[in-house]
């Protein structure tokens, strides 16, 4: 008997329990204000939410961001952002990111509870560039945007997305006598643009 | 495995261990604040734990049903027994791709398996990659936290460590700066990896993808480098469907540190284009445990550490102290289920003060399944027989009402009379530091019956 | 009539009479003659709790027959009754009387909030006092909310002690920790278990504490050892203790 049947055969031997499965349908917190809520746990987690009027105004914002302005190498998937000296030709070596300062990429949608913002894979070449790049910069449609993470996958389809990620702020670590650092891997900071009229409030 | 004496030796040093307790306290007091924020948190535990339980119960259906739509994705999936077929067959994979350097994050499976000796001893290179457990392997110790694993090394002592291995400067100990030293070095490492081993927090069997949590982003930096992606998991690590994942997720980052949710929350279905996918699902002991009604909900263990960081005695001892992969409470249920004998000091290090069962997120009766331990090594012989024969002793004086009385009587009498030195020696533990109370004349049934018997005059 | 048996545990026979005596007159002051049966030992928690259940049993027989004929049980120790209503299954599951003898045995506290609904008890007791939330009370017997748990905020103990004027519950750093005694914890892991209390002493101390209390005389016996070895400047009194006295002077 091989190793799989074997474990089997040993899960197999407890005593019949019978425990159904709940359902958590409708279940989670709601919020007045569900994007102010947003920010709020975006802010407390170390990112900074920033509110652009519509699509024109999003290369101005961009251009407010110091390490943006600053940026020697920025790298955008948002269609029609590009700054002057960024690569406009999508990078064939993973491994050339390595020197990428700014990263301009699309979120899908924001979760209110916590503060993250869903990205996949599939909007990007190399995956790797949600973590490699220095600063990370996520621009999001305002009015896609959820309570909590019940109703987060109650969205969310895994059909075709091989790899895909929630990202809360930028990367830290507290492994150091409990003390909070930025910085750790993963990029340095997180702005988030949320562009477009905020969702209307819920009917009472 | 002697706890007593572990956490005898690190309680000598007060100025440590009081620090080490209070760093580890504000970790719960961060839970605390997290948590109080979701006015339906007990609930949504029930929930935890429900779905935990129902997973569990069917747990052969669930991890079929994984493997089947993992493999449909184009996952391999490897099934091992024990903490040797899991190292076998990580290294056999790595052999096969001539993989010689590995960005491992981390896993506490790996750990309890030992992966890292057996894959250096085979001249693959293992670089943990998680802060915390980078630290621990520079220095060569054991994690002694789940999630914060150098939680118990001041920052001066891990400037000393980078100094030593990075030539970094004695004095540039602040915690930014020594995570800055870490980025870089680290950053060199997932360059030139080979390969990627990760954990699993949660396999759903539903789509066959899995999820990892981590703060730093290393998980996804080392898998979204190299080809090659191997990732280990315990049996019990399976839920049901995505939609579960809301209810855990929800759990796991606000007991474990206080956060809303972990800074990444990575989704894999299937192998990257071009690369390779392999999950490793390990046994080693726990379909034995599943079998124990007794002990069968620790296996409901999510590994956030929220029982560890409330434990005052965790907290006052040190991870080490409980000399298993994993200390603190939920250790302390598990290593007896591995060696009973190794690990029997381990349910007694506790005043089952239940603050850990309080605040387990999946609803683990920890306190009542260390209970539970003690009567397993009582009935197994293995209590020391000087315990075993004074717990007789006072079994057979309390059984009768007059050896009672008169036990006491002379108790007391003795310790009214005797001089202090023949009161409080070395033998005497409880007088070590505490003074036995002011000794009354007469005990409680001595002044009842007295008061009755004037009453009837 | 109903009768009430007075259940004290052996350390507080022993060494804490006046506790036994405070329980007395407290219940007697609300009207009820509570009676000790002399049989009565020791309910048998070290045993039980060093997993000893062979030895435990005998212990866990004698109680129930001792008190099978009483309408209600009361004790000053939270432990002692969490080990009747939660740990004697092991024992006495089945027991003709033994169902009976978990619903009508209590602790001190609850008894006079649940049974004689007594919300708090007047009086004048003007000390600062800290409240040592005995963790057997608290979270195995549900004296009040813990602070581990998303409830709404209650505590019957404090609302007993707030009807004494003059009284100043102080606010402790840490609310509910555990103080470390653990019954045979408290010399099996010595070392931990006086860190522990220590830190519960000074958390008190620091909040500006002149008394110490709580409903279970084991945490306090432990901690007063250790403030007295110390000589520190802090009172240990049973809450059954501070109610009558307080009661009492304010008579």
Same mark, same amino acid.
């Given at each position: ?204 | ?8 030796q ?56 994984? =493997?089947?739509? @993992? ?18 067959i ?16 981390? #896993? ?5 398996? *030992?992966l ?6 085979r ?15 520079l ?12 939680? *118990?090394?001041?920052? =001066? ?37 080979? @390969?990627a ?7 759903? @069997?539903?789509?066959?993808? +899995?999820?990892?949590?981590?703060? =730093? ?12 992606h ?38 894999? *279905?299937?192998?990257?284009a ?5 999950l ?36 006052? #001892? ?6 298993y ?17 190794? +690990?029997?000091?381990?349910p007694? !290090?506790? #005043? ?5 069962? !309080? ?7 920890? *306190? ?13 012989g ?7 024969? !004074? ?51 007469t #005990? ?14 | ?36 049966p002399?049989a ?62 978990? &619903? ?62 003059? %009284? ?59 403030i007295?070895?110390?000589k ?7 809450v &059954?203790?501070?109610? %009558?006295?307080?009661?009492? &002077?304010?008579?």
């Open positions: 008997m091989n190793s799989k049947n074997k474990i089997l055969a040993s899960i197999r031997k407890q005593p019949v329990r019978e425990i159904s499965l709940p359902d958590s349908t409708g279940f989670g917190i709601r919020y007045e204000d569900p994007l102010g809520q947003f920010e709020n746990m975006l802010e407390q987690v170390g990112g900074v939410a920033l509110r652009v009027a519509d699509q024109t105004q999003i290369a101005k914002t961009l251009e407010s961001i110091e390490v943006y302005r600053s940026a020697k190498w920025v790298l955008s998937g948002v269609p029609g952002v590009q700054r002057d000296n960024s690569d406009a030709a999508p990078v064939d070596d993973p491994y050339a990111l390595e020197q990428l300062d700014v990263a301009v990429l699309a979120g899908e949608f924001m979760v209110a509870e916590n503060g993250a913002i869903w990205v996949s894979g599939e909007h990007v070449k190399h995956r790797v560039v949600y973590v490699i790049a220095e600063h990370l910069i996520l621009v999001v449609d305002a009015q896609q945007i959820v309570h909590n993470l019940h109703e987060a996958y109650d969205r969310l389809s895994f059909e075709q997305v091989q790899y895909g990620l929630f990202i809360s702020g930028p990367s830290k670590t507290a492994d150091i006598a409990a003390t909070l650092v930025t910085g750790a891997q993963g990029a340095r900071s997180l702005h988030v643009l949320l562009v477009g009229p905020p969702p209307a409030t819920p009917e009472r | 495995m002697n706890h007593p004496r572990q956490a005898g690190y309680v000598a040093d007060q100025e440590r261990a009081h620090w080490h307790d209070n760093v580890i306290w504000f970790m719960r007091e961060k839970r605390d604040q997290a948590v109080k924020v979701i006015p339906e948190w007990e609930e949504l535990r029930e929930l935890g734990s429900q779905i935990k339980g129902h997973t569990l119960s069917r747990l052969d259906d669930y991890l079929e049903r994984f =493997e089947s739509q @993992a493999k449909r994705l184009g996952v391999q999936i490897h099934w091992a027994l024990d903490a040797e077929e899991h190292n076998q990580v290294a056999g994979i790595l052999q096969a791709a001539g993989a010689r350097k590995v960005v491992k994050s981390k #896993s506490m499976l790996t750990e309890e398996c *030992h890292n000796q057996f894959l250096q001893e001249n693959i290179q293992v670089t943990d990659t998680d802060l915390g457990e980078r630290i621990v392997q220095r060569q110790e054991a994690p002694s936290h789940i999630i914060t694993p150098a939680i *118990h090394i001041k920052h =001066e002592e891990v400037a000393e460590l980078f100094h030593e291995h990075f030539g970094t400067d004695l004095s540039a100990s602040d915690p930014d700066q020594l995570v800055a030293v870490a980025r870089d070095a680290l950053r060199r490492t997932f360059i030139e990896a080979d @390969a081993i990760t954990g699993v927090n949660f396999a759903v @069997a539903e789509t066959g993808g +899995f999820v990892v949590c981590t703060n =730093e982003g290393n998980v996804d930096m080392g898998t979204g480098l190299p080809r090659l191997i990732a280990c998991m315990g049996i019990e690590k399976v839920i049901p469907r995505i939609k579960d994942l809301g209810v855990f997720l929800r759990l796991l980052a606000r007991s474990a540190t206080g956060q809303p949710i972990t800074v990444y929350t990575s989704h894999f *279905h299937g192998p990257a071009g690369g390779e996918l392999h490793v699902i390990v046994d080693n002991g726990r379909s034995e445990l599943l079998q124990k009604p007794k002990f069968n909900k620790s296996l409901n263990c999510i590994r956030c550490g929220a029982c560890m960081n409330t434990c005052p005695v965790y907290r006052r #001892s040190g991870g080490h102290s409980y000399g992969t994993i200390p603190g409470p939920i250790g302390s249920v598990l290593g007896p289920s591995r060696n009973m004998k190794e +690990f029997s000091s381990l007694y !290090a506790s #005043s089952l003060c239940g603050s850990c069962t !309080a605040v387990c997120p999946v609803k683990i009766d920890l *306190h009542h399944q260390l209970l539970e331990w003690r009567k397993e090594i009582v009935s197994a293995v209590l020391p027989w000087t315990k075993r024969f !004074a717990m007789k002793v006072a079994s057979l004086v309390l059984r009768n009402t007059w050896l009672y009385c008169t036990s006491g009587r002379i108790f007391r009498m003795m310790l009214r009379r005797l001089p202090r030195v023949l009161v409080y020696h070395r033998l005497n533990l409880w007088g070590r530091q505490r003074d036995f109370p002011r000794i009354p004349d #005990s409680f049934r001595e002044w009842y019956a007295q008061r009755n018997h004037e009453q009837q005059k | 009539m109903k009768r009430v048996g007075l259940f004290i545990p052996c350390y507080v026979d022993q060494l804490y009479p006046q506790v036994g005596v405070a329980v007395l007159e407290l219940l007697k002051r609300f009207d009820v003659v509570a009676e000790f002399a009565q030992t020791c309910c048998g928690q070290p045993m039980a709790n060093t997993g000893c259940d062979n030895e435990a049993q005998p212990l866990a027989e004698k109680f129930l027959q001792v008190f099978q004929d009483y309408d209600h049980v009361v004790c000053p120790s939270g432990s002692c009754v969490a080990m009747v209503r939660h740990h004697y299954d092991a024992y006495l599951s089945g027991r003709p009387g033994f169902d009976q003898l978990k &619903a009508k045995t209590f602790e001190v506290c609850e008894y006079l909030t649940d049974v004689l609904k007594i919300e708090t008890v007047h009086g004048k007791f003007p000390h600062r006092v800290g409240l040592h939330q005995s963790c057997h009370g608290l979270r195995e017997l549900g004296l009040a909310s813990s602070s581990e748990m998303v409830t709404q905020s209650f505590s019957k103990v404090q609302n007993l002690l707030q009807g004494l004027t003059g %009284i100043e519950l102080v606010e402790l750093s840490r609310t509910d920790e555990c103080c470390g005694f653990g019954g045979t914890f408290a010399v099996n892991e010595e070392a931990v278990s006086c860190m522990m209390g220590n830190d519960r002493i000074r958390d008190h101390l620091d909040a500006g504490a002149e008394v110490l209390t709580g409903v279970d005389m084991s945490c306090l016996m432990h901690l007063e050892g250790l007295r070895r110390q520190k400047n802090l009172r240990v009194m049973h &059954a203790e501070i109610l %009558i006295a307080g009661e009492r &002077a304010g008579r």
